[in-house]
């Protein structure tokens, strides 16, 4: 166990609760459904099921070629590829068995989640791997690790709705938003190293950023989250005009959190411990499966232009 235990730990499934973000493309394929399609429990268990592997499979890669690095860190330095406590050969094998597992489960599904497991999978290569290695660019670090949220989206679509894609607004508002949270766990951790040199040795893209850059980037993504959440309600549902208010405090209160010494916002698998704002986001998302279900005629005014 003690030889396991390092190569279970790598694969992170302390993450795994990050496939709550499939929650809302499962309720949004609902407002294009009229039935709810037999088996579908079944189904979603085996789309986390292939989801987790597929995450755990680019968490093993991440940790192993970060662990040079990882070692520069304050408290990263801790982790197991950090201490040398995994090999090579032990690492390739896991991320195979990942791969594989998470590929076969999510084909066995069908065709479109398939495909949208595969993509997870390559972005998690392009992300870590060289010569690509995203999370080495400026700017580009974020925008292409927050792509597995929209990823995500699709695949608790694709549980449901196996052919076609969900609306292009909002994936682009979850990708958008997804960018939001990536470039707040970017300046919560730049304003935990203070030393730029020990910043430049753990990340090289992070030593190119200062806490001015990575706030007006937050600002920008979350405009642009808002400007896609809009064209989204305008065109498919008037009701999550009610919900506007509560997402606009929803990343208010994440920015404050990143604002906090030492934040949980640079280690999001940390964020249980704000017990209230799981709470907040927990009934914010129930509020959205809700909305999904519900018609208000008298808001179709709305959407009306006024006659001159």
């Known amino acids: 166990m003690k030889t396991l235990l390092p190569y279970i730990q ?6 795994w609760f990050k496939q709550f973000f499939m929650l809302p493309g499962l309720c949004l394929a609902f407002l294009f459904l009229k039935d709810i399609p037999d088996g579908m429990l079944g189904n979603l268990l085996l789309g986390l099921f292939s989801t987790c592997c597929i995450a755990s499979a680019n968490y093993t890669i991440n940790e192993y070629l970060d662990a040079p690095f990882d070692r520069q860190h304050p408290t990263k330095c801790k982790r197991p590829a950090a201490q040398g406590l995994v090999c090579l050969k032990g690492v390739l094998i896991e991320y195979a068995l990942l791969s594989v597992a998470g590929l076969w489960s999510g084909f066995a599904l069908n065709a479109l989640f398939g495909i949208t497991a595969l993509i997870l999978l390559l972005m998690g290569i392009a992300y870590n791997v060289r010569p690509m290695r995203t999370k080495d660019v400026p700017y580009l670090d974020v925008i292409s690790e927050s792509i597995n949220n929209p990823l995500r989206l699709v695949l608790g679509w694709a549980v449901c709705i196996p052919d076609y894609l969900p609306p292009s607004s909002f994936l682009l508002a979850y990708w958008f938003g997804g960018a939001f949270l990536m470039a707040l766990k970017r300046f919560a951790e730049l ?14 893209s992070l030593a190119s950023y200062t806490e001015r850059k990575l706030l007006v980037s937050a600002f920008f993504y979350a405009m642009n989250t808002g400007l896609f959440l809009g064209i989204s309600l305008i065109k498919y549902k008037i009701e999550f005009i009610f919900l506007f208010p509560l997402v606009a405090l929803l990343f208010s209160w994440y920015f404050a959190l990143s604002m906090n010494a030492n934040s949980v916002v640079q280690t999001p698998e940390k964020l249980f411990q704000e017990k209230k704002f799981m709470l907040y986001t927990t ?4 509020l959205f499966c809700l909305t999904c279900f519900i018609h208000i005629e008298q808001l179709d005014f709305l959407l009306t232009p006024l006659s001159r």
């Open 10 to 15: 790598i694969a992170r499934p302390d993450h």
């Open 191 to 204: 304003r935990t190293i203070k030393s730029r040199e020990t910043v430049a040795l753990y990340r090289k």
């Open 283 to 286: 009934l914010l998302v129930l």
